[in-house]
């Protein structure tokens, strides 16, 4: 009757305040883990947070990181690929240097008065026939064409300065910018797939170089004989069958 009705009205309107008061404490407690997210965010470590960096750095750049060991994968393809190729073209944000340039070393500048030297790998009969001495003797840095490259390399080095300047080396030739290095230190030195040797084995890689092979990589398979101080070696998975591939720059686009 009149009185069951009236209770069944108190009894549902407390039902309705309780649901209205269980959403509202879900909403706020929805914006107090939104209002944590920053928080969150701020906690990560540094090192999570730099490699982010460098996963979303472009290729493109204007050199910031190049000189201590931050250069983005896709860069350091563009210029190693650059090496091979005979046309002069400026990359990113350096402008090539067309005086000290030919066709076995490729140097860049920028308008901050960086400097980057390309070396270019095997390529020419004279190549291959230096690559037998290294392969059987060990020997790479009494050749003809190693001091061809090093003439190139102390001409661009007199010219922007050592401490300016960075060396990249693609398989033979990232020796090559290793030995130059010691000769000479520079700011930093990229190798990618460099040649190695078991008459290397416990030696140093310099502190200022950062070595990156493909996993499949014959040629620098050997590397990891050598003690790298720094942990700057870096090795990109590519499994492969196909070992000039393999050797080849594909890889730095993974």
């Known amino acids: 009757t009149n009185a069951q009705a009236e209770r069944l009205n108190v009894l549902r309107q407390y039902l309705q305040r309780g649901v209205r008061g269980n959403r509202q404490q879900e909403r706020q407690a929805e914006a107090q883990r939104v209002a944590e997210i920053p928080d969150a965010i701020r906690n990560v470590s540094q090192q999570e947070r730099e490699a982010g960096r460098r996963r979303i750095r472009p290729p ?19 210029f190693i690929d650059a090496s091979y190729e005979k046309e002069m073209k400026d990359i990113g944000g350096f402008t090539i240097d067309k005086d000290l340039s030919d066709e076995r070393v490729k140097v860049y500048h920028n308008p901050e008065g960086k400097a980057v030297v390309v070396h270019r790998g095997s390529y020419s009969v004279s190549d291959w026939a230096d690559n037998y001495l290294y392969g059987r003797y060990g020997l790479f840095n009494s050749t ?21 300047s960075v060396l990249i080396g693609h398989s033979r030739a990232g020796k090559y910018v290793e030995e130059l290095n010691k000769e000479r230190p520079v700011q930093h030195t990229y190798t990618f797939n460099k040649a190695s040797h078991l008459i290397e084995s416990n030696k140093k890689v310099p502190d200022n170089q950062t070595d990156i092979r493909t996993s499949s990589d014959i040629v620098s398979s050997l590397s990891f004989l050598q003690k790298d101080r720094k942990k700057r070696r870096r090795t990109i998975k590519q499994p492969t069958w196909n070992f000039l591939k393999a050797h080849g720059t594909e890889g730095l686009s993974k």
């Open 60 to 78: 493109r750049f204007a050199g910031s990181g190049i000189e201590d060991g931050d250069l983005a994968n896709e860069a350091l393809k563009e």
């Open 144 to 164: 003809g064409t190693y001091k061809q490259h090093k003439k190139r390399n102390d001409k661009a080095l007199d010219k922007y300065g050592a401490e300016n």
